[in-house]
T-cell receptor
Framework: GAVVSQHPSRVICKSGTSVKIECRSLDFQATTMFWYRQFPKKSLMLMATSNEGSKATYEQGVEKDKFLINHASLTLSTLTVTSAHPEDSSFYIC????????????FGPGTRLTVT | GDSVTQMEGPVTLSEEAFLTINCTYTATGYPSLFWYVQYPGEGLQLLLKATKADDKGSNKGFEATYRKETTSFHLEKGSVQVSDSAVYFCALSDQAGGFKTIFGAGTRLFVKA
């Protein structure tokens, strides 16, 4: 099946700094990428949907100025957590889709962010 | 809006027991239905899917049938193994929702040897 990678897999940063997480589709063109946040023992919460070359669509309650998403190419999307705080510590997961009806989403392995 | 409801866990079974994890959905459109599995420390993997009514998705001994009349997509396996211990997520995606995937809360399965 298609492969989606995320980098880094784990990151620890200090409060107030910014962190960038990359999501890459390795063997297919992802017209749509999704960013999720997963809290411990909870389901995935969709943060935003990004389409290549256009602005991301954020879900209600997600601060677009804090979670900057860039989908610059058909194989790369980035999530930047700006001015991170301890409450931003979480597991961030991306997924990629070709966008066709009923198409499967392929998930990255996730990035564990810890803000100290 | 669209939503997915699945049984709360954790579910604890002995090896070779029969597994059922219930999942029901509400959707404005005609969604595709999925089961994803998340093994400890790993990302989500697609386990199986069904795209239309009466379709049966199957993989690794797991099965689920798309039941439009009961809006359900229950996951079953006849004989679980310790290696099946994971969190299972039921999900849907439809055009009316812009192909966003809506996940259930997840059901944690523990299989004892």
């Amino acid at each position: 099946g298609a492969v989606v990678s995320q980098h880094p897999s784990r990151v620890i940063c200090k409060s107030g700094t910014s962190v960038k997480i990359e999501c890459r589709s390795l063997d297919f063109q992802a017209t749509t990428m999704f960013w999720y946040r997963q809290f411990p023992k909870k389901s995935l919460m969709l943060m935003a949907t990004s389409n290549e070359g256009s602005k991301a669509t954020y879900e209600q309650g997600v601060e677009k100025d804090k979670f900057l998403i860039n989908h610059a190419s058909l194989t790369l999307s980035t999530l930047t957590v700006t001015s991170a705080h301890p409450e931003d510590s979480s597991f961030y997961i991306c997924s990629a889709s070709s966008g066709a009806e009923g198409s499967e989403q392929y998930f990255g392995p996730g990035t564990r962010l810890t803000v100290t | 809006g669209d939503s997915v409801t699945q049984m709360e866990g954790p579910v604890t079974l002995s090896e070779e027991a029969f597994l059922t994890i219930n999942c029901t959905y509400t959707a404005t459109g005609y969604p595709s239905l999925f089961w994803y599995v998340q093994y400890p420390g790993e990302g989500l993997q697609l386990l199986l899917k069904a795209t239309k009514a009466d379709d049966k998705g199957s993989n690794k001994g797991f099965e689920a049938t798309y039941r439009k009349e009961t809006t359900s997509f229950h996951l079953e396996k006849g004989s679980v193994q310790v290696s099946d211990s994971a969190v299972y997520f039921c999900a849907l995606s439809d055009q009316a929702g812009g192909f966003k995937t809506i996940f259930g809360a997840g059901t944690r399965l523990f299989v004892k040897a």
